[in-house]
């Protein structure tokens, strides 16, 4: 444990000196680096031929350099000295878990940093003397070893406890950070909408009611808060088959899949690179008669799931697979026999068995270990594979798994006719005595069971109420009822607020706008025409900062914004974009433009909103005073006279 904290040190030191600059990999590298590949190792790389299911904690190392490199891999094959041999001679480009020693400085090129240290959980790696070990590069290939060492910094410097993360997979435990890298900030400045392919019909998790195009499922409220964690909608893409949205994700028609299954292997393949993981799940068998080696002589399977094919497969590779269009396809198929068994999602099927009850006399048995999913990007798409890692890691796991629970209790179906039709053989036989006792005591449930569903009616009316007055309620003292923009009081709170929270890299600051002789609008064209142009400079200002920043109507034509953000030049463009799509409007009751008076102060540490209110208030009144229509920064007309 003692290097393990060594190794997390080292990582910790590189993080504290990276530049807070993400160098800029949007153009993913498409090389193809040769990997020497020795020997099956359980914990640090397994997996002997191409045919062969890759994994342990060199393999994953190995892709998440991938993630932002973009390279491809040619794995090359042998022992150990054959592996070395290759990378001398330049045969292979790289080979994880090599010490450095005075021979090796010699004939290899090492990164700056370790890529983690030789340790009881690691079974004796025959190239690391119990000390840190590498990734050791070809003196042929150089070129690698600048993209490694870039790559390492920006990994370690997002995530300094990475290795203690495969550490934690494949040993121990570990913890974990995250950013939103340069990149990440670029592609989300580039596109308004993150176009996410989901799966239809596969509840709890993704659904669409084809008739009212309403999304259900636990995406739902997850695409909603990673929505407002990134400041972009979300437009969800409903697709029948996983197929089908592999296709779309091929053909740049979506930007990520949801929901895929966290196996680097067959993404990997797929030209794919995955998020992290945000749910769990188990696999459970379900069957009727008793459990034993036969019920997995042949399994239903789900045509649109993303598990259960590669889950069976590869630990059952001699089963016999039938595949039904949906879960209760498959759950008939067990009951009536046709197939032995039916391997599904727990979640998934927990589901379509409370929705269904007929199907709880089936029998079922969980499989120890667990599924992850995440989602699924084109491996040219790092920066977007970095902007969800961020944001689901805002997202808590405990909310997640509520959010599921809470889909698996879907209305239920079953009717009392249900029942009898299922059970026919019992009522066949039954007396006419046990017949009216039973349709009696059904009596009385029936009337029961009506009064408790009236109860929660009147109650889930009462709450849904209560929420639409709450809602109504922030939208009128949060929100200007004219012009959509923050109220003036939630303004001043949000900017308060902003001052003293603010992250140390942003440059705050403080614009204060009058629509110049608004007066004479109201007087000439009335005071709806003067509405008129209240109302479009409040969507201007919502289209305009709603990422950088935020506006407020101060009164009358009176309007702030609070900008924040490490970008000065995009704050200038919000503010000359503002004044340049006010006055390019064409109202259709004048011809003359209207134009805006800008005062605009810099936010300083020790600064209070009302100081710098009365700052911009003055750099707005010089705007006033020398000809309107036109920007002037306090700093540059009235702090330096």
Known sequence: MKKLKRTLCIAATCFAFVSAVSRDTCNASEKTVKVGYYYDNEGFQKGFSDNDRKSGYAYDYYQEIARYTGWKYEYIYGSFDEIISGLENGSIDLCAGISKNSIREGKFLFPEFPMGTEFSGINELTGAENDDFYLAVSKK???????????????????????????????????????????????????????????????????????????????????????HFLSKSISAVRFSTYSELQSALESGEIDAVFPAY?????????????????LSDRMVTIYKEEYDDSIFRKAAVLSNSP??????????????????????????AVKKGEVSSFICESSVVNYCINENPKFSSLKQADFDEKIEYCFAVKKNNTAL?????????????????????????????????????????????????????????????????????????????????????????????????????????????????????????????????????????????????????????????????????????????????????????IQAHIINQVCKKLRETDFSFTDRHITLSVGVTDIKNGDTLEECIERADKALYYSKQNGKNQVNWYEEVIDKK
């Open 262 to 278: 966290h196996d680097f292997w067959s993404f990997e393949n797929q030209d794919s690179i995955l998020s992290d993981t945000f």
């Open 307 to 332: 598990v259960q094919e590669l889950f069976i497969s590869v630990r059952y590779p001699e089963t016999e697979l039938v595949y039904y269009p949906d879960v209760y396809s498959c759950l008939k």
């Open 385 to 569: 594979c970095n902007v969800l890692d961020t944001a689901l890691r805002s997202l808590s796991s405990e909310e997640l798994r509520k959010t599921v629970s809470e889909n698996l209790n879907s209305a239920n179906g079953y009717t009392v006719i249900d029942f009898i039709k299922h059970n026919f053989a019992r009522f066949a036989v039954i007396t006419v005595i046990s017949a009216l006792i039973i349709i009696l005591t059904l009596t009385k449930y029936r009337r029961m069971l009506r009064r408790k569903q009236k109860e929660v009616e009147t109650a889930k009316q009462e709450v849904t109420e209560s929420k639409q007055e709450t809602v109504m309620y922030r939208q009128r003292t949060e929100y200007d009822h004219l012009t959509g923009v923050f109220s003036r009081g939630h303004f001043i709170e949000q900017a308060s607020a902003k001052i003293k929270s603010h992250r140390p890299n942003d440059v705050l600051r403080l614009v204060m706008m009058d629509i110049d002789n608004f007066k004479s609008v109201n007087d000439t064209y009335g005071h709806d025409n003067g509405d008129t142009v209240l109302i479009r400079l409040g969507e201007i200002l919502k289209e305009i900062s709603r990422v950088n920043g935020f506006a407020g109507r101060f009164g009358g034509e009176e309007f702030m914004i609070f900008l924040f953000g490490e970008d000065t030049s």
């Open 141 to 227: 290939s150089p070129e690698l070893l600048k993209e490694i060492n870039e790559t390492q910094e920006e990994i370690f410097s997002k995530d300094p406890y990475f290795c203690a993360e495969l550490f934690d997979k494949y040993f121990k435990k570990a913890v974990t950070a995250d950013s939103i890298s340069a990149e990440g900030r670029k592609w989300l400045s580039s596109h308004d909408t993150i176009k996410i392919g989901f799966l239809d019909n596969y509840m709890p998790y993704c659904d669409m009611n084809t008739k009212t195009k309403e999304t259900n499922g636990a995406m739902v409220s997850m695409f909603t808060e990673i929505s």
